[in-house]
Structures are given as C-alpha cells and as structure tokens.
C-alpha cells in the first residue's frame, strides 16, 4: 500500500469525476484492466476502481487515471467518498485478471463498454493501439447522450482512423442525441467484428455482461476469445 496525492478532479459525465492521481517517486506497475483499492489517507475502509490509463501513459505522465462514479450505488462503492485535488489517499494493488494478454496471438480487438464499465476498456484500447493490430473496435453504450466518459477522446481516435467507434444510447431524455439508440444487438456488433479471430474484452452492467457474450457467440467469435467484467450493479 502506497500513499498518494491526488493531482486533480475533472467531470467526465454527470454522473463521474475523472481522477488524477500522481504517483510521485512510487513505481507502480501494472496490466492494463488492472483496478486498485483506494481511501482517504488513514480511514477505512477501501473501494475499488479500475485504473483508466494506459500503464505507458502512467510510465510517461507519472499519473493514474481512475474514473470516479458520483453515484456510490450506480458505481458499486456504497459511501465511498469523492475524492478532492489534493488529497492523500492510500491505494493498494493492483488487482484484478480482467487484463489485456501481454502478447495476444490476436491482431484483433473489439471493446464493449456499458457505463462506467470504458474505464478498464480505455487502459486496455490505449495499450493495444501501441501494440501490432490490425484492426480495433470499440461499442460504447451510456444511459444518455452526456454520460460518454472519453467520448471526445474516442472520437478523435475514430476520425484518426486509429480506431472504429459506435455508440448507443439506452435511454430516453436527457441531452439532445441523434445517434443510435437501444441496446447492442448482433447487427450493430457485426460492423465491428473483422473476423472470428477478434478478441473482446466486455465490461459494464451486469444485464450487459450476460447477455453480450451470447451475441458475440452469434456473431461467429468463440468463447475462449471473450473476456468479461462485471463493474456496477446498474444499467449503462
């Protein structure tokens, strides 16, 4: 366990803070997928969160990114309290075999996110760019059209050419979207997928880390190329 400061707090959505933790003179390794534990410096006790940077990200900035939720149930931390610029907090880890391999027979990657659940996709999608691939894709799904954490980033990255991207808003109301709507199905994840030898990595609400497995199963990819992550209790 190591004591930190956090750097800064910037909204990510309405609902998440992303959080900059500074790692100073510590040496923090880490796989990308990878959470650690974390709580205000001397209290108990510690809520987990997947780190959203790149471990060459963290390596060049000397920072952490972890996407805070603001709502301690949506986000599974139950009381845990919203950390603040300059801060002391304690982090244990990391943790956690939600993880990108470290030399992928693949040169495929397809990523799908559900709310909260693009933190551990986000440090994955950004390792696998610096990474020999061939093709990655990325199908984010948020509850409204301003709860796209790293959506400008994503963007960017998918007008780069860099990455395909696809998103998908589950709910009606709130702000203004004329994009696609309604939960993934095989179609939408068939524009994605460049062939069966695609390796997924899913992470978000539980209802979608059920039911998405069976889709890509449908979709031609086997059950040995499909990593999961169950993040939050709620719908994204």
């Known amino acids: 366990m190591i004591t930190l400061v956090v750097r800064d707090v910037q909204p990510a959505t309405p609902r998440a803070n992303l959080v900059h933790v500074e790692l100073g003179n510590h040496a923090f390794e880490y796989t990308a997928g990878q959470a650690v534990l974390i709580a205000p410096h001397g209290q108990q006790p510690r809520w987990p969160y997947s780190i959203a940077s790149a471990p060459e990200d963290a390596k060049r900035s000397g920072i952490i990114d972890l996407l805070v939720g603001l709502d301690p149930v949506a986000n599974g931390a139950q009381g845990a309290p919203a950390p603040a610029a300059g801060d002391s907090i304690e982090v244990e880890g990391p943790f956690g ?16 996110a559900g709310g909260t659940g693009i933190a551990p996709l986000r440090s994955m999608l950004r390792h696998a760019l610096g990474m020999p691939h061939d093709r990655i894709g990325l199908f984010y799904s948020a ?13 960017a990255l998918a007008a780069a050419g860099a990455i395909e991207f696809r998103q998908t808003v589950t709910r009606d ?19 994605l997928i460049a062939g069966d030898d695609t390796l997924c990595f899913v992470c978000g609400p539980v209802s979608m880390v059920d039911d998405v497995p069976r889709v890509l199963q449908q979709a031609g990819i086997s059950r040995e190329r499909i990593r999961i992550e169950e993040w939050q209790p709620h719908d994204g």
Do not use: C
């Not at 470290?102 to 397809?110: G, T």
């Not at 509850?143 to 963007?155: I, K, N, V, Y």
């Open 143 to 155: 509850r409204a059209a301003d709860e796209f954490a790293f959506g400008e980033e994503f963007r």
């Open 97 to 112: 075999s939600f993880t990108f391999p470290e030399e992928p027979i693949e040169r495929r990657f397809l990523f799908i």
């Open 173 to 191: 109301g709130g702000a203004p979207w004329s994009g696609a709507r309604g939960r993934l199905t095989i179609d939408s994840l068939r524009e």
